[in-house]
């Protein structure tokens, strides 16, 4: 079974550029998250669906930052214009989603973001 | 509220020694909790996942953890610590499809 996908794996841009992230989550998984991690600590929550509908972006910086999730399956996370501030690593991450016990998170391996 | 505490930044052990890497979390609803491992540059991994059966649970490469609802920890170890354990180690706790990171504990294993 294929893992999360994310793409690119790395990239490297100028500030004021724009940046685009997508993310194929695993086959039949409903929920789907993107994280933001800073080196050294934890992932912090972007935006989470259930299918196509995003149930959870209070962490979104919406000035800048969007997301989609059309038809429910993969996923794009989108900044523009980037800041130099926004370097980080962005993870992408599935789950089978509804209220099962125990529901796990699969990550991808996450895109490396550099602003210049 | 949802919380999770690690309690140290930092853990240095020596190979073959045992490890301690300590957890506490908060929760109005009976959690679901996970310890995931992320190698430098990789993506994070699931060692193990407590939901409400056994309180000791067993995950990959040696590492177990054990649910103590009147402490609210959930501490993982592992008997002999290996060089190739060396990483960064996060609790989790989750609801409803929320998960709620902690703060990560880095662990060093020393030759």
């Known amino acids: 079974e294929a893992g999360v996908v994310q793409s690119p794996r790395y990239k490297i841009i100028e500030k004021k550029q724009p940046v685009a992230f997508w993310c194929n989550p695993i086959?039949?998984?409903?929920?789907l998250y993107w994280y933001l991690q800073n080196l050294g600590q934890g992932p912090e929550l972007l935006i989470r669906?259930?299918?196509?509908?995003?149930?959870?972006d209070s962490q979104l910086p919406k000035d800048r930052f969007s997301a989609e999730r059309l038809k429910g399956v993969d996923s794009t996370l989108k900044i523009q214009p980037a800041e130099l501030g926004d370097s980080a690593v962005y993870l992408c991450?599935?789950?089978?989603?509804?209220?099962?016990?125990?529901?796990?998170?699969?990550f991808g391996p996450g895109t490396r973001l550099t602003v210049l | 509220a949802q919380s999770v505490t690690q309690l140290d930044s930092h853990v240095s052990v020596s190979e073959g020694t045992p490890v301690l890497l300590r957890c506490n979390y908060s929760?109005?609803?009976?959690?679901?909790l996970f310890w995931y491992v992320q190698h430098p540059n990789k993506g994070l991994q699931l060692l193990l996942k407590?939901?409400?059966?056994?309180?000791l649970v067993k995950g990959i490469n040696g590492f177990e953890a054990e649910f103590k609802k009147s402490e609210t920890s959930f501490h993982l170890t592992k008997p002999s610590a290996h060089m190739s354990d060396a990483a960064e180690y996060f609790c989790?706790?989750?609801?409803?499809?929320?998960?709620?990171f902690g703060s990560g504990t880095k662990l060093n294993v020393k030759p």
């Open positions: 669906y259930e299918n196509e509908e995003a149930v959870d």
């Open positions: 989790v706790v989750s609801y409803f499809n929320k998960f709620y």
């Open positions: 991450a599935s789950s089978p989603g509804g209220t099962v016990e125990g529901n796990e998170q699969f």
């Open positions: 929760s109005s609803y009976s959690p679901s």
């Open positions: 086959s039949g998984h409903n929920t």
């Open positions: 407590y939901t409400s059966a056994a309180t």
